[in-house]
Nanobody, 116 residues
Framework: QVQLVESGGGLVQPGGSLRLSCAAS????????MGWYRQAPGKQRELVAH???????DYADSAKGRFTISRDNTKLTMFLQMNSLKPEDTAVYYC??????????WGQGTQVTVSS
């Protein structure tokens, strides 16, 4: 059973940056494709970016060119560097396996609010 804990969110002005972290407790993290999801009020949860166990990345169109996903398999951690943030990036951000998530592994998420 993998436990996931997100951190690093906060309130930031449009154009600013945040770096989100995801800490995993299960060793299978290291051989799983992982992703960052977000859910804004009134919207469905969406996959923002994912990264394979070997470091191959992909991004949603909304994130491409602004966000960078990375991971450290030794430390069982994953990151999302978010630059040039926009108000529409406001959401609760979660990490989990992608595209098939572990149902029992959702953490509390970390709130990202982009506002002036």
């Amino acid at each position: 059973q993998v436990q996931l804990v997100e951190s690093g969110g906060g309130l930031v002005q449009p154009g600013g940056s945040l770096r989100l972290s995801c800490a995993a407790s299960g060793i299978i993290f290291s051989r799983s494709t992982m992703g960052w999801y977000r859910q804004a009020p009134g919207k469905q949860r969406e996959l923002v970016a994912h990264i394979t166990s070997g470091g191959i990345t992909d991004y949603a169109d909304s994130a491409k060119g602004r966000f960078t996903i990375s991971r450290d398999n030794t430390k069982l951690t994953m990151f999302l560097q978010m630059n040039s943030l926009k108000p529409e990036d406001t959401a609760v951000y979660y990490c989990n396996r992608a595209p098939g998530y572990w149902e029992g592994s959702w953490g509390q998420g970390t709130q990202v609010t982009v506002s002036s």
